[in-house]
């Protein structure tokens, strides 16, 4: 199964989900692997249309708060040992890797949504 699943519906598309396993390499043998053991993440969109005035803000929102749940209940196991006293590293990790799985559609998007609320941050 393809790790991006999209569904165009009428003019706008509805992103039906992307579903990202970090790790998707197959073993060659018996043995497991540590790859296998890696949780996967699953990012839902399947509320965010791209048409809309908010999407670009709503898809950051979702990766964010994606992020910051995956590494709340994965986070040891995803950070070297000299890093976990910075939750930041966890979460900046996952991050950059879902926005690296997105289509370049959605990376635009996403891009756009980055740019509009950084210039949009309290000083």
Same mark, same amino acid.
């Given at each position: 199964? $393809?790790?991006?699943?999209? *569904? ?10 992307? %579903? ?8 060659? $043998?018996?043995?497991? *692997?540590?790859?296998?053991? %890696? =949780? ?7 509320? !965010? ?37 910075? =939750?930041? %590293?966890? !979460? &900046? ?7 690296? $799985? ?7 998007? %996403? &891009?756009?949504?980055?740019a509009v609320g950084v210039a949009g941050a309290a000083p």
């Amino acid at each position: 199964m $393809s790790p991006r699943r999209l *569904t165009a519906l009428g003019a706008g598309f509805l992103l039906a989900g992307l %579903y990202l396993a970090l790790g998707a390499c197959a073993p060659t $043998s018996g043995a497991r *692997t540590a790859v296998e053991d %890696y =949780p996967a993440i699953h990012l839902a969109l399947g509320d !965010i249309r791209t048409d809309q005035p908010d999407a670009p803000l709503r898809l950051v929102e979702r990766i964010d708060e994606t992020a910051a749940d995956h590494c709340a209940r994965n986070g040891p196991l995803l950070t070297p040992a000299r890093h976990r006293t910075q =939750p930041a %590293y966890c !979460i &900046d990790g996952v991050r950059a890797e879902l926005v690296r $799985s997105l289509p370049p559609g959605l990376r635009a998007l %996403y &891009d756009r949504g980055r740019a509009v609320g950084v210039a949009g941050a309290a000083p």
